[in-house]
């Protein structure tokens, strides 16, 4: 009988997109470009001693795990529609601004699954503590927020 597996892996439309995007290439052309290289480097001579072919080796080995992780997510991919929910609601795919109690500067994030996340970018992980804490809530709402660094609590200012 077979079984739901544990592994989901939450995401926006866009984040799949890009995940399949990054396969893509590193099927059509960085895995071409790392065999061509183990190629040549294997024409260097002795294999013990030759670096570039244990550096061509160290790289496949990089994309072939890669290309694993990508294609294990895609496979077990959640495509979360942000529409589905009130539109005030704080959820996966929704941009959430808030401003932690007692101070004046606005906090702006776009929550997303794990496997699109990219905080230089303002896209935080629905595994987050401040996700965590933030998901399920409405614009107006004050919430508390555990992080390793301490908990303060934040008003949800605006959901989109």
Known sequence: MYEMPD??????TEGKAKLEKELETLKTVKRPQVIERIKVARGFGDLSEN?????????QSVTETRISQIE?????AQVVDAS?????EV??????TFVEVGETEP?????????ESDPSE???SNDSPIAKALIGKK???TVSIETPGGSFDVKITEVK
């Open 84 to 88: 589905q929910v009130a539109p005030d």
């Open 122 to 124: 303002g896209k935080i």
């Open 51 to 59: 670096s570039e072919y244990e550096s061509a080796k160290d790289e």
């Open 139 to 141: 614009k107006g709402d």
């Open 91 to 96: 959820s996966i795919g929704r941009h959430v």
């Open 107 to 115: 906090e702006s994030y776009t929550i997303v699954g794990a496997a």
């Open 72 to 76: 294990e997510m895609l496979h077990y």
């Open 7 to 12: 592994k989901v892996f939450p995401m926006t």
